[in-house]
Every structure is written in C-alpha cells, then in structure tokens.
C-alpha cells in the first residue's frame, strides 16, 4: 500500500440514508507501517459529511474513523474518503455509495376543480440561510403549472404559487419539490383530481316563428397553444352556430352564438350542442326553445 503504483481501493462502502437524517459510519483504518504511529491526514469529496481531520494510528493497528454523513437530497451519490500519511503521502482510500431516501412529504395538498378551471394554491418557504437562495422546482403531475426557479432573499419568506390546470379527467398523485444544495428537498404531496363538468342544460330561448333567439356561449382555452374547435348539432333545423369557424386562442376564450329559430310554436325543440377539441376536451350542451 505503501509505494510503488497506486493503490487499490481497500473497500467499497455502501451507506443507506435518509435526507436529513444523520448516519455514522465507521471506517477502518490500519496502519500499513510496523515501526511507526501514523498520523493520517483525512481527505473526501463527499458533501454533506462531518469527520475528524486527522486520526492517529498506532503501529501495526487499526483505529475506526468515524464519518457523519447528513445528506440533503434524495439519490445516489458517489465519491470517495482517503487516508493520508504526511510524511510519505502513502495513502490507503475507500469509495463509498450513499443511497439516501428522500424525506417525507412536508404535507399533503388537495387540489380539485373541474377540467379547463385552473385552481391556485400557495406554498410558503422561507431562506434560513444568510446568502440569496435559489431553489430548483420540480413538478410532477398532469396540469401543473408553475415556475421552475424560486429565489429567496437572505432570512426571507416568500410565497409559491401553484396552478393546477387540468385539460381533461383524471385523478392522481402528484408532488412538487423545492430543491436547494445546502436546504435540501423540501417536497409537497399533491392529490389531484379533475372532473368532468358533464353537460349543461341551457335557460329555454323563446323566439316567434321567423325570429330566432340567441344563447352567449364561453369557451375557455387554459393551455399555451391556440385550438381549433369542432362542433356537432343534433337538430341543425332548429339550431346553429356561429362563427362556423372557431379558432380559441392561447390563455384565452371566445364567445360563440347558438342561435335558435322556432319550426313549430307549440312544441317544445331541442338539440344536443357538442364542442370538441384534440388538445383541451370537450363541452356538452343542451338547449332548448
């Protein structure tokens, strides 16, 4: 171990963690000489760790060094830890693997709404820390929307906002996480759930035969590309639409005629309105004169 090429690593370490949690662990070290005490010199590239800086080893011997390891992220990390003798710079070394689970949940938040209505919810976080800290944002789930950076001012609180903006039906488990190299993960469970609104029943228009009545329709268009619509009428004698064209741009909503003309004054008519699109589901109505 002493000389010549470099030495092999004596040991490959695997230590399993959990975010913020601290481990110790103990690492032996001999002393590759029989005449002599080594003061070994200790070097790592593995963060988040605390550990003498030397450790003395009798001749012959073997001490155990103790490294406290508090990892801050979830993941798998390598690097490695490396005892020196300063008077020759022989050195024995191990790798080490720190498989660390990530914290729990700071809480669970419910976000529920009907598909095309977003919902907002506000997250606070404050910076401990007397440096600006930006945090990493990672969102996981269908329909959030929010920004991928957070900064926070030395000792400040802010305030996250989060927008669950659901495009069609679902009900699943998401999560959000604010993630900082000295903070650590600081994460949110999400329940989503997106319903669809069904369909409409439309107020009766009344309109005298020759005439028609018209009803306002809103169509609302959440997501970041313009959409064409497509619509279907069931009783087109009765009832239409206008524009023929619809076109709904990005973050925005139009507003469409369903106009009706009467046939028959003693009767009441009806027709089923559908508006379909491929990027943000469909509406449902009824209406009736």
């Known amino acids: 171990t002493a000389h010549g090429e470099e030495p092999l690593a004596e040991d490959h370490i695997v230590l399993n963690c959990k975010a913020r949690k601290p481990l110790v662990a103990e690492i032996p070290v001999r002393n590759f000489y029989n005449d002599r005490p080594v003061n070994f010199r200790i070097e790592t590239d593995l963060i988040n760790t605390r550990g003498a800086s030397n450790l003395v080893v009798q001749p012959g011997d073997a001490q155990k060094y103790k490294l406290e390891v508090t990892p801050l992220l979830g993941g798998v990390y390598t690097g490695s830890i490396t005892f020196i003798d300063p008077e020759t710079e022989a050195y024995l070394w191990y790798t080490v693997e720190i498989r660390t689970e990530s914290p729990k949940a700071e809480k669970s938040i419910d976000l529920i709404t009907k598909i095309r209505k977003a919902v907002a919810f506000d997250i606070n976080l404050r910076n401990p820390l007397d440096e600006v800290v930006e945090f990493e944002v990672i969102m996981n789930g269908e329909g959030i929307i929010g920004e991928d950076r957070f900064v926070l001012l030395p000792g400040q609180t802010g305030v996250y906002e989060l927008v669950f903006s659901p495009l069609k039906p679902l009900k699943e488990i998401g999560s959000v996480a604010f993630i900082h190299e000295k903070l650590g993960?600081?994460?949110?469970?999400?329940?989503?759930?997106?319903?669809?609104?069904?369909?409409?029943?439309?107020?009766?228009?009344?309109?005298?035969?020759?005439?028609?009545?018209?009803?306002?329709?809103?169509?609302?268009?959440?997501?970041?590309?313009?959409?064409?619509?497509?619509?279907?009428?069931?009783?087109?004698?009765?009832?239409?639409?206008?524009?023929?064209?619809?076109?709904?741009?990005?973050?925005?909503?139009?507003?469409?005629?369903?106009?009706?003309?009467?046939?028959?004054?003693?009767?009441?008519?009806?027709?089923?309105?559908?508006?379909?699109?491929?990027?943000?589901?469909?509406w449902r109505f009824y209406a009736y004169g």
């Open 185 to 282: 993960e600081i994460w949110y469970e999400l329940h989503l759930e997106a319903e669809d609104p069904g369909v409409v029943k439309l107020d009766t228009l009344q309109a005298e035969l020759g005439k028609t009545a018209i009803h306002k329709i809103e169509l609302e268009n959440p997501s970041a590309n313009d959409v064409a619509v497509r619509y279907m009428v069931s009783n087109p004698y009765n009832f239409d639409i206008q524009p023929e064209n619809l076109m709904i741009p990005r973050y925005s909503s139009i507003v469409v005629d369903c106009r009706y003309s009467p046939s028959d004054l003693n009767t009441i008519e009806s027709t089923e309105i559908t508006f379909e699109t491929d990027e943000i589901g469909i």
